[in-house]
T-cell receptor, first 114, second 113 residues
């Protein structure tokens, strides 16, 4: 059983640029969520995708967008990067239905915005 | 406004002793609580959970206690082992079918051999 894998592990961007982060869900999972973890903070919910549609969104601006593909993999896109976007971005997958509360996280993509 | 609070940023415990990590919440709609453990350079891993209809859940060395009236939960680790050294996050869901997990800031546990 493969876990959640994310790429890239680290990247550096400059303010105003755009970034795409990728995530492969754990085998058998059909729901994917993205979280942002700033330094010294707990993970913060960005959004969740189920059946290729956004299923819920946290308090993040529209320049944060996502996609879920038929194979349940996912992308997080951030446009017009700001310095405060520097954080660890965590992808988590789960299976909709009973047990859906337990998320399986990837190791994250660490984004630095200069 | 932090809805899940872990007021102790760090905790040091001797190996073999009990570790007690605390978590308070403000949102009375939360009805399912989880603890995650995070090692450096790894993602958070699920440890144990508890539904609001229970006041205790046990899994091996780990026990979570829930006091709904006080809006407080705690994670007990007995006996503590050096491999337990990690950051522990308390998290909560509100309502059936809820998709958003709300996390605390975490407590860094150091178990001293």
């Amino acid at each position: 059983e493969t876990g959640v894998t994310q790429s890239p592990t680290h990247l550096i961007k400059t303010r105003g640029q755009q970034v795409t982060l990728r995530c492969s869900s754990q085998s058998g999972h059909n729901t994917v969520s993205w979280y942002q973890q700033a330094l010294g903070q707990g993970p913060q919910f960005i959004f969740q995708y189920y059946r290729e549609e956004e299923n819920g969104r946290g308090n993040f601006p529209p320049r944060f967008s996502g996609l879920q593909f038929p194979n349940y993999s996912s992308e997080l896109n951030v446009n017009a990067l700001e310095l405060d976007d520097s954080a660890l971005y965590l992808c988590a997958s789960s299976l909709a239905g009973p047990g859906a509360n337990v998320l399986t996280f990837g190791a994250g993509s660490r984004l630095t915005v200069l | 406004d932090q809805q899940v609070k872990q007021n102790s940023p760090s905790l040091s415990v001797q190996e073999g002793r009990i570790s007690i990590l605390n978590c308070d919440y403000t949102n009375s709609m939360f009805d399912y609580f989880l603890w995650y453990k995070k090692y450096p350079a790894e993602g958070p891993t699920f440890l144990i959970s508890i539904s609001s209809i229970k006041d205790k859940n046990e899994d091996g060395r780990f026990t979570v206690f829930l006091n709904k009236s006080a809006k407080h939960l705690s994670l007990h680790i007995v006996p503590s082992q050096p491999g337990d050294s990690a950051v522990y996050f308390c998290a909560a869901y509100s309502g059936a079918g809820s998709y958003q997990l709300t996390f605390g800031k975490g407590t860094k546990l150091s178990v001293i051999p």
